[in-house]
Structure formats: structure tokens, C-alpha cells
């Protein structure tokens, strides 16, 4: 069973592309998607790839678009009023030839309704071909991460959930947007997941409303959704669902590798990044099929540097072969001399390929060295693992603080805030002393507030956790974490401290690894457990579950880091034989995040 | 599968407010149903689509043929046949092409610019489409030759040795001197017979052999005409496709282009209304200078 999402949801598109008939003849037609069509369909297929398709053209609903009256038209948008209103335009202004019409989540009966009279007005439900729900309201980034959307993520962001005033509409709305998505998913997957969330937060209204969803789904004699699921479920997958509020220090960590480094320097969007080079703002893909960037993006970023420069190496050795082969040709017979330039002009193009990768690999890790030197970033990446292993650190917070020539304001409110969630009781007045060093340095204190009030409600909540955490074994190893590697290359590090990443496991990590493996423990104990399955609802769960889970897809409500991603994925290549699929309502760099925690403190002031 | 379809219930809807409005509506339903007739364009392009997944059925048939490697089974003269009518497929195809190109180059002059990237793209993956075909046709013919080349030396090997062991005398055992002697005598006539006869027997079989090779040379030689043909199409179709400028790209770019592109007309449009107001100004100024002149003029020196 290589269930495996995104080449699923792949499938899908195709399928969908192929005018939702099985049969392979291609036809040519034209495909119009809204934004949040646009960002699914994005990571998945190229231009190219559509082209095999049949698509000729690539539209956005909202665009001018010319009539083509010959031809068939797929439509792939969000069921809005806003979209249903555009295709009965279109409709009646007879566009295309046929209508071709897919949802990227259930359409309700109002909106259907609203078409069928608009499309009776106009004389023209004839030309609707088909109508479908597609169920793919996800957006795969990577083989194993996915968010809500990318396009609009304010709507769900975690200043959405989380401020005072927020309307219930509104919160509706997001928390609707969040379990449409993640029912997709499971739709897509065609399994059934048991849910764990903990208690009181708004995960678990995400994971009620899907519970609920997925058992209607089921139970609905009309829908065929998880109908074929019953052969294949003999291991059920495991779905996690957290509040983000749980760990916020993992979004502010200032990182050390390579792919969130890029994600928190460079605003890596939809696998795609801004890098400014020469001066000029260049784009650069990091898609899934470069070889490259699938084997190093998790490692830390002076291996990376090494990694680039054998890279570059290789491509050298490569040319000069080929140099090489011009003299050799005079020499060996003509026979021998024929398959050898077969050879090499067929390799060519793969060399070209891997030369410009290389080429935007260096110029990327230039870029973030010249970032990190510029910021310090190496230090506040120490000193910060410091304070959340809990090691005695060189120099004080205060005076990191005070430094002026260290990094920037944003940097130093960062380092504060993992320092303040991370001791337990802080005098009052060395908070004051601490926020004024912040304010000399520059920053916005207000966010300050509201991480108090967070802090008091959770400490109230979970004294055992704390406890917990400084006893946990997975912190023992800390006198190797800092290894300072001798042998690094200077290649681009000058100025670099070289540090490793250790292997210590952030608390997404750990409530993934309890949970499970059916650890008890008082963490997760308090976890809620759905099961979709089961007709009807059950207070107690857990003694039902026996069976250790292996496809365990993580959703952080409220915005992801790639930290915690790539620490899960570090995770499941320790434990062969479990998948980890990691997902969030948005990726959130941490300026980002920071922002978000500002707008907070000071709208609730 | 993963979507489920609407279509009934959209279409159980539309009954429904018909039936609801009734009559005005029913007799114009009628008419609504003819869809407007496929242009020629996309006719032509259909059957050039067809033709080209014929071709490729045809090419299969061909891989096949090909790598059966059986000595004994020479199907040459079936291989060679559906060579030729591939290629022939293949020009055929290729021109087709160049005149749906020229075609829509011609139409997409009146109609709108959607339209004629449409038909640019269609023409353009009809191209791409040709051009794989034609690369496995010229890997099937390269693996042809291959095999011929291989078939030639393993019948070489087969040859030679049936030569040199019909040689006579080999045959006969050496038993003893004198029944050796006594059957050298009673055979001595026979063995000249037989000699010749071998002899002669080698020779019918050298000259099949000789036919034979030259045959395959033949098909060689035109396999590598052919292939060399194919070279000059694929020359020609790059560049086609290079005139095309086929970019990949992903789906935001345009997006994105679009979106710099109108920022950038609106930096020169604000640049050039700054330009304009500072003209203004400056025509104030001039105007406000020759009027003091004037001022200064009639008051000093009328």
C-alpha cells in the first residue's frame, strides 16, 4: 500500500484534467482556476506536465479572458458566490464549447441552486458538462507537508484564532476552512485516521467537526468516499491534531538548516524563494525532483556547504572529462569514437541540468552565509538551543541583549521570548530590566503581554509538563549536541562558527513519539481520542487501541515551522517503517509569526 | 474515487425550475442544445492527434519485431516494409504540422490573442509529440542495425565452422595401417568425387552466404539513410521548437509578470507625470519672468 499523498492527489488532477473519465484520449481544452486552484495545483505540475495533459492555456477566473468558443473548459475553483457568478457569465456568454465545472471542496445546495437559475437565464445548461467535488482543498509542498493554503492565509492564521476580539463568524469560517482541508486529505488517502488532540483548545473543535464529518460521510448511503476503504484498513493511519499554542518557541528558534534557514531568510513560498543576487532579485524553484535539495534540505547548514562545493567538484570533474574526450578521439578507432560521442551528447543535457542546480545552490548558500555573518545569526542559534536544553550559558541573555553590534531587534526579541517561555518564574523586575534592553535595541515590546497572560494559563493548566520536560531523557545527551566540527571546509564559512544540530526532540516530536507508540505518559494522557468508525460516540477510546500506529500525519492548528518539520522527518528516518506527514494552516517564517504576536499584545492592551 | 459528482443533482435542479416556469422556457431548450460546430483548426488537429497515436501503435509493432532475435525466423523483408511505412507516417505527419502552423498563423490574425496561443500550444504538443515518436523510431532502427550487426557475426561463427569440418578425412578413424591402406585404395577414386563435391558444396554455400550479406548490407545502408533522414527531421523540429520558445515554467509566473509588468507602467506613468508638473512649473517661472520684463519695460521705459 504506497499510500503515498501527494502523487494521490496527483493522480487526482490528472484524473480531473482528463475530464473525470477514465478513458486516456486526450482532448485539447483550456484549464481556469481561481488562487487557491492556482496554489494546489502549483507544486504539482509544471506548464509542461499540463501541456501532456491537453491543457493549452492556464487561466485565472478573475483575469480578462478572451472567448474561445471551440473549445472545452475545466474549471478548478473554490465554491463561492464570487466563482459561481464568473461561470455564469462565462456560461452566458457562451466562452467555451463545453463546461466542465470541478470544486475544490463540497459546493453547498445554495450555490448549485444559484447556478442552475442563472444558467436557465441564460439559456445555457446545455453547455454544463459535468459538475464534481473534488476533495483537494490541499496544498502538497513536499512528499510529506502540506498546508491549508497557501493563497489567503491570513484567514487561519494564529492571529486569527487567537485575538480578543475576534467575531464567531470569523473563527467559523477559519476553523471551517482548516477541517475542509484536512478532511480532503483523508478523502484523498481514502482512509479513516483515529484522532488525538488535547482537550480545551481549538484543535479539538477542529477534531470534532471532523470526526463528525468523516462519520456522515460514511454513513451517507449516496456518497462513495470512504467505500473502498474496508480492505485497506487493516493499519489504520494516525492523525494528530495540536494547537500551535502548545510550543511557540519552535516557530522563533533561529534554525541551522539549510531549508529553514531559506524559509526564515528568504520567504521560501509555494517550494519557491526570492534570493537576491548581484543585486538583482532572482526566484528560484526548490521542487521535490531536484536530486540535490530532497538529500541535503534537513541537514544543517555548514554540511550543506560542504555538500555544494563536492557538488561543484563533481560538476568540474565532469567537464574536464568531456575536454578530455576531444584528444582521446584522435587515438582509439572511429567505431569506439562514435558510441563515446553518442554517449556524451546524450548526457549532456543531465550535466546543463545539474550545473544550474549547482549554480543556484551556491548562489542561495553565498546569499545565507552573508545573511548569517551579517546577523550573527550562529550565536543567537547557540545561545538559543542553550536556554531550551538548559545549559549554563557563556554570557548572559541580558547582555546578548544589550550588545549593540549583535544581530538585529528582531533577532534579540526572539532570543527574549524563547528565554521567557523557557524559565518558569522571572522576577518582575528583571523583566522590566529586560524589556528596556529590548526597547534601547529597538523592538516592539507589546507582544511581551500577551505571552504573560499565555504563560500564566498554561502554567495553571500543566505543572506536570514542565517537570516533565527537564527530567525527559532526550535532553541527556547534551554535552555532545555542540560538536564543533575541525575538519569544515572554508569553503564560504569564514566568519561561521560551524555548529551541529543536535538530535534533541521538539515537543511536536515527542507527543508524535508517544502517542504513537501508546506510551503512557501524563502528557498525552489528557489527549482525546475519536474514532470516525465507530457508529456511535464512546467516551473512552483508548483501551481499544492496541495496535502501535505507522502513517502518523501531524496538523499543527495555527501555523507550522520547517523546524518542527524536518525534526519529525529526522524522527521517522530513526524509526523505520513510519511515515510522518506534517501539515499546518500556514508555514509561517518567524518574522511572520512575530508579527502576529505583536498585533496580539497590542490589541489585547 | 475521490470526487463525486454533481451533475444529476445540478440537472435534477434545472428540471425542477423549469418545470416550475414552464412553457416559454421548454421550446427554447430545444434549440439550445446544438453545440457550435468544430472549426476547422481543431479538426485538422484531431486527425493529425490520431494519426500520430496510429503511428505509434505501428512503432510498438515494429519495437517487437525487432527484438525477437531468433537466427532461424527472418522476418526482414516484414520489418523493412513497416519501416517504410513509418517513415513514410512520419513526413507525412511532419507536414501536416507545418501547415497547421501556417494555418493558424494566418486565422490568429483576426481573432483574439487567447485563441492563437491556444492553437500556438496545440501545435506546438502535436510537435513535441512527433518529435518522441520520432526518437524511439530512431532507437528502434539504431537497435535494428545492432542486431543485424550481431546476427552477421554470430552466422560468421556458425559458417566457418561447418567449413572446416566437412572438410574429408577428418571423418575416418585410424583403426589400423592396413585397413587403412586397403580403404585408402577402395576410396581413393570415391574421395575425389567426394572432395569435389565437397568442395563444391562450400563453395554454393560461400556464394548463398555472400548474397545473403550483401542483402543485409543493403538493409543496412538503408537504415542508415533512414536514420539520417530522421537526423535532418529532428533538426528541423527543434528549431521549430526553439522558434516557439517553449519555457517552462510554473503556473504563477505569468501571474507574477503581469503583476511587475503593471507596477512597472505605473512607476512611468507616475514618473512622467512628475515630469509634466515640473514643465508646468517651469512654464510658470518663463511666463512669470517676461512678465516682470514687461512689467519693468513699460514702467522704466515708456
Keep these: 500500500m504506497a499510500a503515498d499523498v501527494r502523487t494521490r492527489q496527483i493522480d487526482a488532477v490528472k484524473h480531473m484534467l482528463n475530464l473525470n473519465s477514465p478513458k486516456s484520449e486526450s482532448t485539447w481544452k483550456i484549464l481556469v482556476f481561481d488562487e487557491y ?6 507544486p504539482l505540475l509544471t506548464v509542461k506536465e499540463l501541456r501532456e495533459c491537453g491543457v493549452t492555456l492556464n487561466l485565472l477566473i478573475a483575469d480578462k479572458r478572451d472567448p474561445i468558443p471551440d473549445v472545452p473548459v475545466v474549471y478548478f475553483v473554490m465554491p463561492t458566490k464570487q466563482n459561481i457568478d464568473l461561470i455564469s457569465q462565462d456560461c452566458k456568454n457562451q466562452m467555451y464549447e463545453k463546461f466542465y465545472i470541478n470544486f475544490i ?5 445554495q450555490l448549485l441552486e444559484d447556478l442552475a437559475q442563472a444558467t436557465i437565464e441564460s439559456d445555457s445548461v446545455a453547455r454544463v458538462e459535468k459538475i464534481f467535488d473534488q476533495y483537494l482543498s490541499f496544498c502538497m509542498l513536499e512528499q510529506n507537508l502540506f498546508t491549508v493554503s497557501a493563497y489567503d492565509a491570513q484567514s487561519c492564521s494564529y492571529y486569527a484564532l487567537n485575538r480578543p476580539d475576534a467575531k464567531d463568524a470569523d473563527i467559523e469560517k477559519c476553523i471551517n476552512a482548516i477541517t475542509d482541508s484536512v478532511f480532503s486529505l483523508f478523502v484523498t488517502l481514502r482512509e479513516l485516521p483515529v484522532i488525538r488532540c488535547p ?17 456522515d460521510a460514511r454513513r451517507d448511503p449516496k456518497s462513495e468516499l470512504f467505500k473502498d476503504q474496508a480492505i485497506t484498513s487493516f493499519q489504520r493511519p494516525l492523525l494528530i491534531l495540536l494547537d500551535r499554542n502548545m510550543d511557540i518557541c519552535s516557530t522563533l528558534h533561529h534554525t541551522w538548516t539549510y531549508q529553514a534557514l531559506i524559509h526564515d531568510l528568504f520567504n521560501l513560498y509555494l517550494n519557491r524563494c526570492k534570493v537576491e543576487v548581484d543585486e538583482k532579485v532572482k526566484n528560484y524553484d526548490l521542487g521535490p525532483d531536484d536530486q540535490f535539495w530532497a538529500k541535503n534540505k534537513g541537514k544543517p547548514f555548514p554540511e550543506v556547504a560542504d555538500a555544494v562545493h563536492v557538488e561543484l567538484e563533481a560538476c568540474r570533474a565532469a567537464e574536464q572529462e568531456i575536454k578530455r574526450l576531444k584528444d582521446v578521439m584522435g587515438e582509439s578507432g572511429v567505431e569506439n569514437a562514435n558510441d563515446q560521442i553518442a554517449n556524451t551528447v546524450s548526457s549532456l543535457p543531465e550535466l546543463m541540468e545539474r550545473k544550474k542546480r549547482v549554480d543556484m545552490h551556491i548562489n542561495i548558500a553565498t546569499a545565507l552565509s552573508d545573511c548569517i555573518r ?34 538585529t531587534a528582531e533577532d534579540k526579541l526572539r532570543l527574549f521570548i524563547i528565554y521567557y517561555l523557557t524559565t518558569s518564574d522571572l522576577p518582575d523586575n528583571e523583566l522590566q530590566q529586560y524589556i528596556e534592553a529590548l526597547q534601547e535595541a529597538g523592538c516592539d515590546t507589546s507582544c511581551i503581554e500577551y505571552l504573560a497572560k499565555l504563560k500564566s494559563v498554561s502554567s495553571l493548566n500543566v505543572p506536570a509538563q514542565t517537570k516533565l520536560t527537564s527530567s525527559s531523557g532526550s535532553y541527556s545527551s547534551m554535552s555532545n549536541m555542540f560538536k564543533y566540527v575541525k575538519q569544515s571546509s572554508k569553503f564560504m564559512m569564514e566568519g561561521v562558527k560551524s555548529l551541529v544540530v543536535g538530535h534533541r526532540k521538539l515537543p511536536v516530536t515527542r507527543t508524535v513519539d508517544c502517542l504513537s507508540e501508546l506510551k503512557q505518559t501524563p502528557e498525552t494522557d489528557s489527549f482525546l481520542a475519536l474514532d470516525p468508525k465507530i457508529y456511535r460516540k464512546t467516551e473512552n477510546l483508548l483501551p481499544a487501541l492496541k495496535n ?3 502513517d502518523v500525519y501531524v496538523f499543527v492548528v495555527g501555523g507550522g515551522s520547517y523546524v518542527e518539520y524536518q525534526n519529525l522527518m529526522t524522527y521517522s528516518e530513526q524509526h523505520p517503517g513510519k511515515r510522518i506527514v506534517y501539515g499546518s494552516s500556514e508555514m509561517m517564517d518567524s518574522k511572520n509569526f512575530l508579527d502576529q504576536l505583536t498585533k496580539l499584545g497590542s490589541s489585547s492592551s | 474515487m475521490t470526487c463525486r459528482e454533481r451533475t444529476l443533482e445540478y440537472r435534477s435542479i434545472v428540471q425542477a425550475r423549469q418545470s416550475r416556469i414552464a412553457g416559454a422556457y421548454v421550446k427554447q431548450n430545444h434549440a439550445v442544445a446544438v453545440p457550435p460546430t468544430r472549426s476547422q483548426f481543431n479538426k485538422v488537429a484531431g486527425t493529425i492527434g490520431r494519426n500520430i497515436a ?13 527484438s525477437n532475435k531468433s537466427l532461424f525466423e527472418d522476418r526482414s523483408s516484414e520489418i523493412n516494409q513497416l519501416t517504410e511505412i513509418i517513415n513514410e507516417d512520419l513526413s507525412g505527419l511532419d507536414r501536416m504540422i507545418s501547415e497547421l502552423q501556417a494555418f493558424s498563423k494566418n486565422s490568429a490574425v483576426q481573432v483574439n490573442l487567447q485563441v492563437s496561443q491556444h ?14 515518436i520520432t526518437m524511439d523510431f530512431k532507437e528502434v532502427l539504431v537497435s535494428r542495425t545492432e542486431s543485424i550487426k550481431e546476427q552477421k557475426q554470430r552466422r560468421d561463427q556458425f559458417s566457418s565452422g561447418t567449413i572446416s569440418s566437412a572438410y574429408p578425412g577428418d571423418g575416418f578413424p585410424e583403426s589400423s595401417l592396413l585397413l587403412q591402406s586397403e580403404r585408402s585404395s577402395a576410396t581413393d577414386t570415391l574421395l575425389d568425387f567426394s572432395d569435389m563435391d565437397q568442395n563444391q558444396q562450400a563453395l554454393s554455400l560461400v556464394e548463398s552466404q555472400d548474397s545473403y550479406l550483401q542483402e543485409r548490407e543493403r538493409n543496412i545502408k538503408t537504415i542508415y539513410s533512414k536514420i539520417e533522414e530522421l537526423g535532418q527531421m529532428m533538426g528541423r523540429l527543434s528549431q521549430m521548437i526553439a522558434n516557439q520558445g517553449e519555457t517552462i515554467s510554473l503556473l504563477d509566473t505569468n501571474v507574477t509578470d503581469i503583476q511587475t509588468n503593471v507596477e512597472a507602467a505605473h512607476s512611468e506613468l507616475l514618473k512622467y507625470f512628475q515630469s509634466i508638473s515640473s514643465n508646468r512649473w517651469l512654464m510658470f517661472k518663463v511666463f512669470g519672468i517676461l512678465i516682470v520684463f514687461f512689467v519693468i519695460f513699460v514702467v522704466f521705459m515708456a
Excluded: H
Design chain 1, 37 to 42: 486552484g492556482r496554489d494546489i495545483i502549483a
Design chain 1, 105 to 109: 471542496t463540497a459546493v453547498s445546495r
Design chain 1, 199 to 215: 482537550k480545551g483548545n481549538a484543535a479539538e473543535i477542529v477534531a470534532e467537526r471532523l470526526e463528525k464529518k468523516m462519520r
Design chain 1, 374 to 407: 551579517a546577523r550573527n545569526l550562529d550565536k543567537f542559534f547557540e545561545v538559543e538551543e542553550k536556554i531550551m536544553t538548559k545549559t549554563t550559558l557563556e554570557e548572559s541573555v541580558l547582555d546578548t541583549l544589550k550588545n549593540p553590534s549583535v544581530g
Design chain 1, 548 to 550: 502501535t500506529f505507522n
Design chain 2, 54 to 66: 496510429n503511428t505509434c501503435e505501428k512503432l510498438e509493432k515494429l519495437a517487437l519485431l525487432v
Design chain 2, 119 to 132: 492553437s500556438n500550444s496545440v501545435v506546438v504538443s502535436l510537435q513535441s509529440q512527433l518529435a518522441t
